[in-house]
């Protein structure tokens, strides 16, 4: 079954550092994996995603996710965190048995500290 | 990414009665929508694939006759929360599956629905 950890309810960064909002992940086959962020009571936005080809994917907000298959994990990473990163963000995984659903992860709360 | 709206954003009604809310692709038609409820400080959770023109494909443990779903055109699906209680009181988010192939979700702005 298709399934997405993230074990951090909540990473706390000071503004300037570096950040990593971690992920790992069990699916049957090839993973399709995503990440995105939500705000405040509001719908989430996509930031990037991993199919195929080079391990580091670059996204949205001048984030960057590694996909590393011998740990089974795909980290969210930004080199120099901003206060406006601070929210929510989600990792999924697509459903092996439907092409279009996914499942997310139980979501971590990123707060960037002036 | 496509462009999706959420109408109402927000929603207070009395238990027992219904409510309407409508998930709109705003510059590409959507064959497939999805519908999901997020409890506070939680996760996104499936509850149905909306499909144009056919019955939506409802996730385990989601009552249809509960929340009932229509996707009449390629750019409009609406949920309907029949009798709504206190318990239905969520934040409902539309998405639409985008159209590269690699089913990336673009979501709506979300429904936050109370019952009184």
């Known amino acids: 079954a298709q399934s997405v950890a993230q074990p951090e309810d909540q990473v706390n960064v000071a503004e300037g550092n570096p950040l990593t909002v971690k992920c790992t992940y069990s699916v049957s086959g090839n993973p399709y994996l995503f990440w995105y962020v939500q705000y405040p009571n509001r719908g989430l936005q996509f930031l990037l995603k991993?199919?195929?080809?080079?391990?580091l994917v670059k996204g949205s907000y001048g984030f960057e996710a590694e996909f590393n298959k011998s740990q089974t994990s795909f980290h969210l990473k930004k080199p120099s965190a901003l206060v406006s990163d601070s929210a929510l963000y989600f990792c999924a995984v697509r459903y092996y048995s439907s092409a279009s659903k996914i499942i997310f992860g139980s979501g971590t709360r990123l707060s960037i500290r002036p | 990414g496509a462009v999706v709206s959420q109408h109402p954003s927000w929603v207070i009604c009395k238990s027992g009665t219904s409510v309407k809310i409508e998930c709109r692709s705003l510059d590409f038609q959507a064959t497939t929508m999805f519908w999901y409820r997020q409890f506070p400080k939680q996760s996104l959770m499936l509850m149905a694939t909306s499909n144009e023109g056919s019955k939506a494909t409802y996730e385990q443990g989601v009552e249809k006759d509960k929340f009932l779903i229509n996707h009449a055109s390629l750019t409009l699906s609406t949920l309907t929360v029949t009798s709504a209680h206190p318990e239905d009181s969520s934040f409902y988010i539309c998405?639409?599956?985008?159209?590269?192939?690699?089913?990336?979700?673009?979501f709506g702005p979300g429904t936050r629905l109370t019952v009184l």
């Open positions: 998405s639409v599956v985008g159209t590269s192939g690699y089913n990336e979700q673009f």
């Open positions: 991993y199919i195929t080809g080079d391990n």
